[in-house]
């Protein structure tokens, strides 16, 4: 989910496609999340929107998760090859992309750090502590993900300039065999956040490259059919299951699959998004929230906890979860989240703009930028296999604001390179 500079030359649909998938998640986090109260004082919470019989069937068109993994492997091919062009190395990539993403991560770490403390020595029960710390930091393993694909970005990107179909057919027969071998090894699993995640952002490198327009309507409507037929097989015979929050962690084939027909579906939608971004005020909305999405991301789902948990300390009658009252109240939640959050991104997100330097300074040494990613992933992958606690949370901190140390100022020479047109649904046809 990442930004670059040169708004104006953007790819419009990809941008508004980014805006649709992160306002699902923000309202799907609003309805899933439902806190109770005990009498001893600590809190239970259920997966309300999960445990609904349709649900399964509804997620299977809207986990929208890949689509950030797609879309971040076309805009970041493109990036990576311009700066490639200019002479840049793969240090100077991973620089840059790191703290776009760690900057505004160690701010959130250390908010929640120093707030949960606060209410652990105002009172608050240990479990409700663990409860929030878990919960609010369920998004940061797309960090752990993202961070992952983009890094490899630059040696996947010369492998797909090689072989693209044998590198897709590579990773994917990784995952494949991790799927085969994880009911006797659970833990290799958890390499799929790795394999999994790489291949479908090899997809985001077919679509820059116009391998999907290419196909043209018929040739995409076939891939959508097919990849589903394969998702609607592997999943009745009882090989996957049918749920994909079930399938995302830890991610399977099952999240390929969509992503081949979420890519192929993107296409064929792309002309009425472009149309629906010159719109002006849908343009200004996906240009204002594009700058911050980040920000909304990551602290959205804090901000839904923080709300709920205030909410139990009131005298407010609050109604059961899954009742008709309780699905009446969530527009009043996702609207106050959302309220809750405008606030946030004026004062956070400036975070997601890059430091800059005068265009003569040296970049930082890839040994620097190296140590930064090892601190920085120390904590996220421990929180990604075993959630964040209130002490992972004060490590985590530290260990993000000495990588954003570590990391310093982009030159302007590297932060500043323009964009290339937006590609049109006029020119992908050829």
Known sequence: MTTVQGESQRDPAIDLLRFFCLALVVMGHCLMVSPQLHPDGTVTTQNTLGDQPWFTPVIWIFMVMPVFFVTGGSTGLQSWRRLKAGGGRASQYAHVRM?????????????????LWIALLAGVHPQVIQLLAAGAGMPLWFLAAYLTTQLSLPLLAGLHDRAPWLTLAGLVS?????????GSFPLLAHLNMVFLWCAVQQLGFLLADSTFARLGTSGCIALILGANLVLGVV?????????????????????FLLAVAQTAAFQLARPGLEWLSSVKWINRLVRLVGARCMTVYLWHLPLVGALLGLLLLTDLPLPAAGSAEWWWSRPLVLAAVVLLLLPTAGLFGWLEERPTAPSHSRGRAPAAVVTAGVLVFLPVVDAALQGLSLGLLGGGAACFALAVLLLGRVPERMAARPLPPAPSSASLKG
């Open 99 to 115: 703290l776009r993403l760690i900057r505004p991560t160690a701010a959130l770490l250390a908010c929640m750090f120093a707030g």
């Open 174 to 182: 990784l995952v494949i065999a991790v799927d085969s071998l994880r």
């Open 235 to 255: 999943t009745g015979v009882g090989i996957y299951s049918g749920n994909m929050l079930v399938n995302l962690n830890p991610p399977n084939l099952c999240l």
